[in-house]
């Protein structure tokens, strides 16, 4: 059974920086494309970014230069680091697993069909 646990969400002020991780169990994890994305009150969920089996990563423009994905395949773990944050970061960030296996990873939401419970990002400005 795939289970995604994300945590690390907290509040800070604008400026910040915060540290997400995302514990993958019931698969293999380091076969799979992983993403974030996040949803803020009122908006539809968007994509923050993906990270590859080879570690290359894609970001939405509202973060590049900001935020960065890494993960850990011994830990089977998946890590969202955020600088600078901003008052529009504020959103539930959700982790998530690709559907199929493969080295392609887009950022769509419908190519991913496993997802966390997501962790609350406050930025106070």
């Known amino acids: 059974q795939v289970q995604l646990v994300e945590s690390g969400g907290a509040s800070v002020q604008a400026g910040g920086s915060l540290r997400l991780s995302c514990a993958a169990s019931g698969y293999t994890y380091s076969a799979y494309c992983m993403g974030w994305f996040r949803q803020a009150p009122g908006r539809e969920r968007e994509g923050v970014g993906s990270i590859r089996l080879d570690g290359i990563t894609t970001y939405a423009d509202a973060v590049k230069g900001r935020f960065t994905i890494s993960r850990d395949n011994t830990k089977s773990t998946l890590y969202l680091q955020m600088n600078s944050l901003k008052p529009d970061d504020t959103a539930i960030y959700y982790c998530?697993?690709?559907?199929?296996?493969?080295?392609?990873?887009?950022?769509?939401?419908?190519?991913?069909?496993?997802w966390g419970q997501g962790t609350q990002v406050t930025v106070s400005s």
């Open positions: 998530a697993r690709r559907r199929w296996t493969g080295i392609y990873c887009p950022l769509a939401e419908s190519e991913f069909g496993y």
